[in-house]
């Protein structure tokens, strides 16, 4: 990405005029501040991650304990019900491992229905000529505006009358083709040029065949950053499965998070393991991050900046 | 392509094509029919059902009883908690959004130093934006906690005692809004991308006019990013009212309801007390707020956002 970035900015000569001496004043406050916001950002993650490896009474040990004296995995084995807990509570089939599982169907599932049907809806907007197209577009920026807490009630009563309460559709469906998704997508279809459709058109290839052959491969980094936006919104979900789900067999990763403080009555609430569950269910995001950032960042400022 | 949908609703061309043209018709309202459905189902209907609903007294088991603005009255006259929340809310909020952009065009502006490193910088300071929801709010509890968090471990490193922060009336909504601005990542790769794309030349000119790296930023930098600015702001506003996750973990509205966010408010009466003709009356009166906020912004921004190659 860097070399990306400062290629296009040799070729098109953007970017500030770049400091004139190597080793000036402003250049050492610069690190100095870049360094303690690295500081910042960075450990909470690690401080997550050291106290997950400890046991109970090391985590409430002051002054703080940085590095665990007694690291093991204890926890982790404990919270996958590998080995006997009498600090959590694994009622009704209610597991890390079973929460953990539904959490990356209903995500994955979103992830998949949102790319795909944002992405057809995208090409309509972008590449298509309908009757009331730019209309219909511009409505549907209109209610990128509307936020969704507004509609809570009725959308649960909606769900209720669905007899949609205790399943996961309320979690998949409402989410398939948000009007954001399909702004997005339709961003960068419009950057496909004309000719390209037209010469498909030629070849004999209907709307879909266009879409599928001609856009879809064009605009994949595109569609990689939405799936990407997509499957930690899911998975980070909070308020929807909290309202829709009571059955602890259907919960997801963080409703089982949430449960896990009020833990086993007469014991105190078990922090180690509540850290390491927080830790499992970020580690997910943080590992498809890294390692597709290169998209994510470029689809990202991309797609803000058309 | 306003032209290109009149070239091809014009009638000569509507002749020779309308057999490709209507085929394009149809496909293009099937591909977008699942946004459309979406639309009724999930957002225009549920919008519509809630200002009818906000107008009913509703327990869910008996069937709504329509009673006028009473709900609105009540909440007007005699609600002490929603103007608390209200209130609570739009501190928390234009707190975060302007503090949102001061720390992000910092941050970015740092970055664009041409400083070694650079992506590994954006990569690592983006991270907090990825992650969000009940894992972090723990993590927050636990960064916040009086005597083992590490926030006050690191006050008293130059010697100042941490006040405790999520218990105090005082401390909890600030504490909030460092939370939020530890995701201020996700702001600032928009910020950089935006100043990467400012033109050289302005810089040149601007220092040929005799300007210092300040005034460079006052009157080159800052203008050609107002718009990815105004984006963030909008973006902000519209979601820092609806924050719910963390004030349900982390206080659960506590202490004294000093965190009692609009939307832990309307959560309570819909889903603890059943109270759903309230919640829906609620719920109206964050899309008013929230309507009127972004209407303001957009009226400001005629004046206050540059667009490029806008005559005005």
């Known amino acids: 990405m860097s070399q990306n970035a400062s290629a296009v900015a040799a070729r098109h000569k953007i970017g500030p005029y770049a400091p004139k001496r190597k080793f000036s004043l402003v250049l050492i406050f610069t690190h100095v501040c870049l360094f303690i916001a690295l500081l910042v950002f960075v450990f909470p993650f690690y401080w997550m991650i050291s106290s997950s490896l400890k046991p109970m009474a090391d985590i409430y040990i002051v002054p703080v304990q940085f590095w665990p004296t007694r690291p093991s995995l204890n926890n982790y084995l404990e919270i996958a019900?590998?080995?006997?807990?009498?600090?959590?509570?694994?009622?009704?089939?209610?597991?890390?491992?079973?929460?953990?599982?539904?959490?990356?169907?209903?995500?994955?599932?979103?992830?998949?229905?949102?790319?795909?049907?944002?992405?057809?809806?995208?090409?309509?907007?972008?590449?298509?000529?309908?009757?009331?197209?730019?209309?219909l577009f511009l409505s549907m920026l209109a209610t990128m505006m509307i936020p969704n807490s507004v509609g809570l009630v009725p959308s649960y009563l909606i769900m209720a009358w669905l007899k949609w309460i205790n399943t996961w559709y309320p979690l998949i469906i409402p989410g398939l083709a948000t009007p954001f998704a399909v702004f997005w997508m339709r961003q960068y279809m419009t950057t496909v040029p004309d000719e390209m459709i037209e010469a498909a058109r030629i070849d004999g290839c209907g709307p879909f065949a266009s879409y599928w052959r001609v856009v879809v491969p064009v605009?994949?980094?595109?569609?990689?950053?939405?799936?990407?936006?997509?499957?930690?919104?899911?998975?980070?979900?909070?308020?929807?499965?909290?309202?829709?789900?009571?059955?602890?067999?259907?919960?997801?990763?963080?409703?089982?998070?949430?449960?896990?403080?009020?833990?086993?009555?007469?014991?105190?609430?078990?922090?180690?393991?509540?850290?390491?569950?927080?830790?499992?269910?970020?580690?997910?995001?943080?590992?498809i991050f890294l390692f597709a950032q290169r998209y994510f960042i470029a689809g990202l400022t991309a797609g803000s900046l058309k | 392509m306003a032209t290109a949908v009149k070239q091809?609703?014009?009638?000569?061309?509507?002749?020779?094509?309308?057999?490709?043209?209507?085929?394009?018709?149809?496909?293009?309202y099937l591909f977008i029919s699942p946004w459309i459905i979406g639309f009724l189902a999930f957002e225009f209907g549920p919008l519509i059902a809630a200002g009818y609903l906000g107008l009913t007294r509703y327990d869910i088991l008996t069937p709504p009883n329509f009673v006028g603005l009473a709900n609105y009255d009540k909440m007007f006259t005699r609600d002490p908690l929603f103007w608390k929340s209200l209130w609570v809310t739009a501190i928390?909020?234009?707190?975060?959004?302007?503090?949102?952009?001061?720390?992000?065009?910092?941050?970015?502006?740092?970055?664009?130093?041409?400083?070694?490193?650079?992506?590994?910088?954006?990569?690592?300071?983006?991270?907090?934006?990825v992650v969000s929801g009940v894992a972090v709010a723990y993590m927050w509890i636990w960064v916040f906690t009086p005597e083992a968090g590490i926030v006050n471990y690191a006050l008293s490193l130059i010697g100042i005692t941490g006040p405790n922060w999520l218990f105090s009336t005082t401390w909890t909504l600030p504490a909030f809004v460092a939370m939020s601005l530890w995701a201020?990542?996700?702001?600032?790769?928009?910020?950089?991308?935006?100043?990467?794309?400012?033109?050289?030349?302005?810089?040149?000119?601007?220092?040929?006019?005799?300007?210092?790296?300040w005034a460079a930023?006052?009157?080159?930098?800052?203008?050609?990013?107002?718009?990815?600015?105004?984006?963030?702001?909008?973006?902000?506003?519209?979601g820092s009212f609806q924050v719910f996750t963390n004030s349900f973990v982390i206080t659960n509205g506590g202490p004294a309801n000093s965190t009692l966010f609009f939307v832990l408010y309307l959560y309570r009466h819909a889903f603890e007390n059943f109270k759903m003709g309230y919640a829906a009356a609620l719920g109206m009166i964050l899309f008013i707020v929230i309507m009127t906020l972004t209407i303001i912004s957009f009226r400001l921004s005629n004046r206050l956002v540059f667009y490029e190659g806008r005559v005005t």
């Open chain 1, 81 to 135: 019900g590998l080995i006997q807990s009498d600090e959590i509570d694994f009622r009704g089939g209610i597991s890390l491992t079973r929460t953990f599982l539904n959490s990356t169907f209903i995500a994955v599932v979103n992830t998949a229905g949102t790319v795909f049907l944002a992405s057809l809806a995208g090409f309509a907007f972008a590449k298509l000529r309908f009757k009331g197209r730019n209309a």
């Open chain 2, 92 to 129: 928390y909020s234009l707190s975060t959004v302007f503090l949102g952009v001061i720390f992000g065009v910092a941050l970015a502006v740092l970055l664009n130093q041409k400083v070694r490193g650079m992506s590994l910088y954006r990569t690592i300071y983006y991270l907090p934006a």
């Open chain 2, 8 to 28: 091809a609703s014009s009638p000569v061309r509507r002749q020779r094509m309308s057999r490709t043209a209507l085929f394009e018709n149809v496909a293009g």
């Open chain 2, 184 to 213: 201020v990542g996700g702001g600032m790769v928009l910020y950089l991308a935006g100043l990467q794309g400012v033109p050289t030349q302005l810089y040149e000119a601007a220092s040929l006019d005799g300007a210092g790296r």
């Open chain 1, 219 to 287: 605009v994949l980094p595109g569609m990689a950053a939405l799936a990407i936006f997509s499957f930690m919104g899911h998975w980070n979900a909070f308020m929807g499965p909290l309202i829709y789900l009571n059955k602890p067999e259907l919960y997801t990763l963080p409703l089982f998070l949430a449960v896990l403080d009020s833990g086993v009555s007469g014991r105190p609430v078990p922090l180690h393991l509540i850290f390491t569950a927080s830790f499992v269910s970020i580690l997910p995001i943080l590992l």
């Open chain 2, 217 to 238: 930023f006052w009157s080159v930098t800052l203008p050609m990013i107002s718009p990815v600015i105004f984006f963030n702001f909008i973006i902000g506003i519209i």
